[in-house]
């Protein structure tokens, strides 16, 4: 019979202390210290300066490629505007060369 008895009293023990335990725990996270709130306020306050921060860089960087974007257009519509001339005395200069061929050869 003593066997018995004594795990119940060994389970009597292990569910105490274990609620002793947790009544401790839950005990201290109902009543957080100040100290511990006005270091999640300053960290919080920190990554969210952070933030601001690389959202302003990450603005200045867009603006940057936005005015990279508008000089390549640019320079896209040149290079096609000297194409185009390019083409053009390409062309009449082929016409030049074809109209001497046209015309008989005096010489035979």
Not at 9 to 15: E, G, N, Q, R, S
Not at 55 to 82: D, T
Request: aromatic fraction near 8%; proline fraction near 5%; hydrophobic fraction near 35%.
């Amino acid at each position: 019979m003593s066997r018995p008895l004594l795990i119940v009293f060994l389970v009597f023990v292990i569910v105490f202390t274990s609620q002793f335990e947790w009544k401790q725990q839950f005990g201290e996270e109902i009543e957080p210290t100040p100290t511990v709130s006005l270091k999640d306020q300053y960290v919080s306050k920190r990554q969210d300066s952070v933030k601001e921060k690389i959202i302003l860089s990450q603005e200045r960087n867009i603006q940057k490629l936005n005015g990279q974007v508008r000089s390549l257009q640019e320079q896209l519509l040149q290079c096609k505007a000297e194409n185009e001339v390019t083409n053009r005395s390409t062309f009449s200069l082929t016409e030049h060369l074809t109209e001497p061929e046209k015309q008989p050869m005096l010489d035979d």
